[in-house]
T-cell receptor, first 111, second 117 residues
Framework: RKEVEQDPGPFNVPEGATVAFNCTYS??????FFWYRQDCRKEPKLLMS???SGNEDGRFTAQLNRASQYISLLIRDSKLSDSATYLC????????????FGTGTKLQVIP | ETGVTQTPRHLVMGMTNKKSLKCEQH?????MYWYKQSAKKPLELMFV???????ENNSVPSRFSPECPNSSHLFLHLHTLQPEDSALYLC????????????????FGEGSRLTVL
């Protein structure tokens, strides 16, 4: 089983739609969780951290389910500019050694 | 001036060449990283430097040789590479070893796209 698993997509959604991505992780000792965004042929950038109680940043909502070992990202009112690959990142130890990236989920928002 | 800059952006080399990738960070961070990104694979951590001391070598072949002369500069020296080494090589930095342990924010450069013929 992969340490961090994501559906690669692509998810093709119309503008204004709501879309959700899930990411599962295999190590129950994982401590911290993040979503990064990577535009085509660009570098990854932190989108948001994922807190145990769930957190929201504008149109983006991240949630963590420790019991089922998954995190989710919900994007409401999708914009064309949201088109990118969304990388799930899991940190086991809190240090750099155990930061594991998923392969990413590609989102394409269509006019 | 961008936070993390990498040069060259594109590199094509033969299997017998020697080349180097350069990374410079202008963020005052203490930790720097090399990652490899291949198509349809997750980012793979290669090397970590903390206060210019190498603290992680993630079983990387010796044909990749990192160098960190100071906390702001990181090099990846390449020698006798294989075609399967073709990938995007990303440099990143963070405040510390993921500052406070849990902040998770890595600042990436735009990457050096390497093609080995």
């Amino acid at each position: 089983r992969k340490e961090v698993e994501q559906d690669p997509g692509p998810f093709n959604v119309p503008e204004g739609a709501t879309v959700a991505f899930n990411c599962t992780y295999s190590n129950s000792a994982s401590q911290s969780f993040f979503w990064y965004r990577q535009d085509c042929r660009k570098e990854p950038k932190l989108l948001m951290s994922v807190y145990s109680s769930g957190n929201e940043d504008g149109r983006f909502t991240a949630q963590l389910n420790r019991a089922s070992q998954y995190i989710s990202l919900l994007i409401r009112d999708s914009k064309l500019s949201d088109s990118a690959t969304y990388l799930c990142v899991v940190n086991v130890s809190g240090g750099y050694q155990k930061v594991t990236f998923g392969t990413g989920t590609k989102l394409q928002v269509i006019p | 001036e961008t936070g993390v800059t990498q040069t060259p952006r594109h590199l094509v080399m033969g299997m017998t060449n020697k080349k180097s990738l350069k990374c410079e960070q202008h963020l005052g961070h203490n930790a720097m990283y090399w990652y490899k990104q291949s198509a349809k694979k997750p980012l793979e951590l290669m090397f970590v430097y903390n206060f210019k001391e190498q603290t992680e070598n993630n079983s990387v072949p010796s044909r990749f040789s990192p160098e960190c002369p100071n906390s702001s500069h990181l090099f990846l020296h390449l020698h006798t590479l294989q075609p399967e080494d073709s990938a995007l090589y990303l440099c990143a930095s963070s405040q510390g070893p993921l500052a406070g342990g849990l902040s998770g924010e890595l600042f990436f450069g735009e990457g050096s796209r390497l093609t080995v013929l």
